[in-house]
């Protein structure tokens, strides 16, 4: 069944306002943040207007009743993605996500923060150093690259990648020698936030767990766009962000295997992280709790929570089918402009609502400032994955992404608005 | 359309026909700049001489790569840099300056800043500064250590000299 989007659109009064002269606004930049319905700032408000508290402190109602909505919302957000509560992590963000796993890994390395649960053969044997392998890939958000190039430097192990195909894949030609015996972790993105690939994750987590090696997934654009379930993800771990799905800044989520996390040293301490502290030393509380140091952000955690419900009650099937109706009427639309060159997949197999292009003669700033000056908002630059950009020969290219609240017309005002850009410039 | 106030006819007319294009010998510095947001990016050389104590802007070349306002901002940069003394010219980088800090509020004074006064509009687009200072901020680096060579060097010779002087007195 296909979306009611105008009944969506009413949900999100920011896509009624006028932007630059006086042109509505044409949100085509979901891929850096979604914009959030009523029902998400209503949770968050219902929540601050009555509950307000620190979660896990104090002995009063507001104290119970706020880490009843932490915990709520743990549980609401596990559910959306096919895991167990205590397999949720809530971090600032998912770049804190994959920080927090690097991080953590590291200080198994180096023995690090030590004591508690987490000390001993289990962490022991998820430290890296020289003679290990981390395998990321040229597709990779930074967020999921420097972390672990970081890791490298700071161990001594070696980092290695996949390359790209010409249309924005993933080359997977070397998966049985790149991914070897030496390899102990393999981070790949599940979708990509400038091409819109989604590589064969559960593939290559067959290959990389029968060498011992564990995969560790970027959901920032899977999670929001599809059904994701990590039970058949291939992955033991997965970090995505609230702000990409409907929900607020500041929150973010990681899940890893229940064993896993027991097996991880922490990464940031402090509050109510803590089992026992002594001047000599300290134990840590078993996750999730173990990584949540500090007083948790339970407005944004119920926020999100709301946004898993917005979108579960839409369907996460009827949202991705949504988008690839929207994105196949954009891959057209621009294979009709000469001078666009789409930077990935033509079809939308196995692919998202993410396109990037090119147009001939005109750099995307300033088809980002045309589309601007329409309405259309959109992103311009190497979106955080540069090292792509370099592979694929572009120095930087225009992103339209999509979600549930856009519709056809919107695309093709992208496509008017960008031959608006070719004329501005002298390029048609 | 807005577009026109950022886009004026001079930035389009240098961003088409670009002056003082392409990479020159001889040169006293060069530097590499980028901007991380877009991955624009600009190699720069500066060539100063001495003149009356103070140093003249003799030769700015540039390879960049980049959108039409960094691209327009170079060029007319080049334009305006070329020939004058060191001082002067950082005076007018500094003007440039404030005026792409001014929100568009600013009034520029023509005689200084010349065909600069066209990114009065892009001040209004907090995004776009940075594309319009990517050169200028190219330059004053490359320049400094252009300044810094040309001191270094002075200093050596004035070392050299009084240690000729030294060594005549020693002789004497």
């Given at each position: 069944m296909?979306?009611?989007?105008?009944?969506i659109?009413?949900?999100?009064?920011?896509?009624?306002?006028t932007?630059?002269?006086?042109?509505?606004?044409?949100y085509?930049?979901?891929?850096?943040?979604?914009?959030?319905p009523?029902?998400?700032?209503?949770a968050?408000?219902?929540?601050?207007?009555?509950?307000?508290?620190?979660?896990?402190?104090?002995?009063h109602l507001?104290?119970?009743?706020?880490?009843?909505?932490?915990?709520?919302?743990?549980?609401?957000?596990?559910?959306?993605?096919?895991?167990?509560?205590?397999?949720?992590?809530?971090?600032?963000?998912?770049?804190?996500?994959?920080?927090?796993l690097?991080?953590?890994?590291?200080?198994?390395?180096?023995?690090?923060?030590?004591?508690?649960p987490?000390?001993?053969?289990a962490?022991a044997?998820?430290?890296?150093?020289p003679?290990?392998?981390?395998?990321?890939?040229?597709l990779?958000?930074?967020?999921?690259?420097?972390?672990?190039?970081?890791?490298?430097?700071?161990?001594?192990?070696?980092l290695?990648?996949f390359?790209?195909?010409?249309d924005?894949?993933?080359?997977?030609?070397?998966?049985?020698?790149?991914?070897?015996?030496r390899?102990?972790?393999v981070a790949?993105?599940?979708q990509?936030?400038?091409?819109?690939?989604?590589?064969?994750?559960?593939?290559i987590?067959?290959?990389?767990?029968?060498?011992?090696?564990?995969?560790?997934?970027d959901?920032?654009?899977?999670?929001?766009?599809?059904?994701?379930?990590?039970?058949?993800?291939?992955?033991?771990?997965?970090?995505?962000?609230?702000?990409?799905?409907?929900?607020?800044?500041?929150?973010g989520?990681?899940?890893?295997?229940?064993?896993?996390?027991?097996?991880l040293?922490?990464?940031?301490?402090?509050?109510?992280?803590?089992?026992?502290?002594r001047?000599?030393?300290?134990t840590?509380l078993?996750?999730?709790?173990r990584?949540?140091?500090?007083?948790?952000?339970?407005?944004?955690?119920v926020?999100?929570?709301?946004a898993?419900?917005y979108?579960?009650?839409?369907?996460?099937?009827?949202?991705?089918?949504?988008?690839?109706?929207?994105?196949?009427?954009?891959?057209?639309?621009?294979?009709e402009?000469?001078?666009?060159?789409?930077v990935?997949?033509l079809?939308?197999?196995?692919?998202?609502?993410?396109?990037?292009?090119?147009?001939?003669?005109?750099?995307?700033?300033?088809v980002g400032?045309?589309?601007?000056?329409?309405?259309?908002?959109?992103?311009?630059g190497?979106?955080?994955?540069w090292?792509?950009?370099?592979?694929?020969?572009?120095?930087?290219?225009?992103?339209?992404?999509?979600y549930?609240y856009?519709?056809?017309?919107?695309?093709?005002?992208l496509?008017?608005?960008?031959?608006?850009?070719?004329k501005?410039?002298?390029?048609? | 359309?807005?577009?026109?106030?950022?886009?004026q006819?001079?930035?389009?007319?240098?961003y088409?026909?670009?002056?003082?294009?392409?990479?020159r010998?001889?040169?006293?510095?060069?530097?590499?700049?980028v901007?991380?947001?877009?991955?624009?990016e600009?190699?720069?050389?500066?060539?100063?001489?001495?003149?009356?104590?103070?140093?003249?802007?003799s030769?700015?070349?540039?390879?960049?790569?980049g959108?039409?306002?960094s691209?327009?901002?170079?060029?007319?940069?080049a334009?305006?840099?070329?020939?004058?003394?060191?001082?002067?010219?950082m005076?007018?980088?500094?003007?440039?300056?404030?005026?792409?800090?001014s929100?568009?509020?600013?009034?520029?004074?023509?005689?200084?800043?010349?065909?600069?006064?066209?990114?009065?509009?892009?001040a209004q687009y907090?995004?776009?500064?940075?594309?319009?200072?990517?050169?200028?901020?190219?330059?004053?680096?490359?320049?400094?250590q252009?300044l810094?060579?040309?001191?270094?060097?002075?200093?050596?010779?004035?070392?050299?000299?009084d240690?000729?002087?030294?060594f005549?007195?020693e002789?004497?």
């Amino acid at each position: 069944m296909s979306l009611d989007v105008a009944a969506i659109r009413a949900d999100f009064p920011i896509l009624a306002r006028t932007v630059r002269s006086g042109n509505p606004l044409v949100y085509l930049d979901s891929g850096a943040t979604a914009q959030r319905p009523i029902q998400v700032l209503d949770a968050e408000r219902a929540y601050s207007l009555t509950s307000n508290a620190a979660a896990h402190r104090g002995t009063h109602l507001l104290g119970e009743e706020a880490t009843d909505a932490l915990e709520g919302a743990r549980a609401r957000v596990a559910a959306f993605i096919g895991a167990e509560p205590g397999e949720i992590v809530f971090t600032k963000s998912a770049t804190e996500g994959a920080n927090l796993l690097a991080y953590a890994i590291s200080n198994a390395a180096t023995g690090g923060p030590s004591g508690g649960p987490a000390a001993g053969t289990a962490a022991a044997a998820l430290a890296v150093g020289p003679g290990d392998e981390i395998v990321v890939t040229e597709l990779e958000h930074h967020a999921n690259l420097i972390p672990w190039q970081q890791l490298c430097q700071r161990t001594g192990a070696t980092l290695r990648w996949f390359g790209v195909t010409q249309d924005g894949r993933l080359d997977l030609s070397d998966l049985d020698t790149l991914i070897n015996d030496r390899t102990k972790i393999v981070a790949v993105t599940q979708q990509s936030n400038v091409t819109g690939a989604m590589p064969p994750v559960a593939r290559i987590a067959e290959v990389a767990h029968a060498r011992g090696a564990i995969v560790v997934a970027d959901g920032a654009q899977s999670v929001p766009h599809h059904p994701v379930d990590v039970r058949t993800s291939g992955a033991d771990a997965l970090f995505f962000s609230a702000h990409k799905m409907l929900g607020p800044t500041g929150i973010g989520v990681l899940w890893a295997r229940a064993d896993l996390l027991a097996a991880l040293p922490p990464f940031i301490t402090g509050g109510s992280m803590i089992e026992v502290v002594r001047m000599e030393g300290s134990t840590f509380l078993p996750p999730p709790e173990r990584f949540e140091a500090g007083v948790p952000p339970v407005a944004q955690a119920v926020g999100l929570a709301a946004a898993c419900d917005y979108l579960d009650a839409i369907g996460m099937a009827e949202i991705a089918e949504h988008e690839r109706m929207l994105t196949a009427r954009a891959l057209e639309a621009l294979s009709e402009i000469p001078g666009v060159r789409v930077v990935g997949p033509l079809t939308t197999q196995d692919r998202g609502g993410a396109i990037s292009f090119t147009v001939d003669q005109v750099h995307p700033h300033d088809v980002g400032q045309v589309l601007d000056e329409l309405g259309i908002a959109v992103r311009t630059g190497h979106h955080c994955v540069w090292p792509l950009h370099r592979s694929l020969g572009v120095q930087a290219t225009t992103r339209a992404s999509f979600y549930l609240y856009n519709t056809p017309g919107e695309v093709d005002a992208l496509a008017d608005g960008i031959r608006t850009a070719q004329k501005f410039f002298g390029a048609l | 359309m807005q577009l026109e106030s950022m886009y004026q006819e001079i930035i389009l007319d240098h961003y088409r026909h670009p002056h003082h294009r392409g990479l020159r010998e001889p040169f006293d510095a060069q530097v590499h700049h980028v901007n991380p947001t877009c991955g624009d990016e600009i190699t720069l050389r500066v060539a100063l001489k001495e003149a009356d104590g103070d140093h003249i802007v003799s030769d700015i070349s540039y390879d960049s790569l980049g959108c039409s306002i960094s691209q327009a901002s170079i060029s007319v940069l080049a334009d305006l840099l070329i020939g004058k003394p060191v001082t002067e010219a950082m005076e007018v980088s500094a003007e440039f300056l404030d005026l792409m800090h001014s929100r568009g509020q600013a009034e520029p004074d023509e005689d200084v800043l010349g065909d600069a006064v066209a990114f009065t509009g892009v001040a209004q687009y907090p995004a776009r500064i940075k594309c319009a200072l990517l050169g200028w901020m190219a330059w004053k680096d490359a320049t400094a250590q252009a300044l810094g060579t040309a001191a270094t060097a002075r200093a050596l010779a004035d070392l050299d000299g009084d240690l000729d002087s030294d060594f005549d007195r020693e002789r004497q």
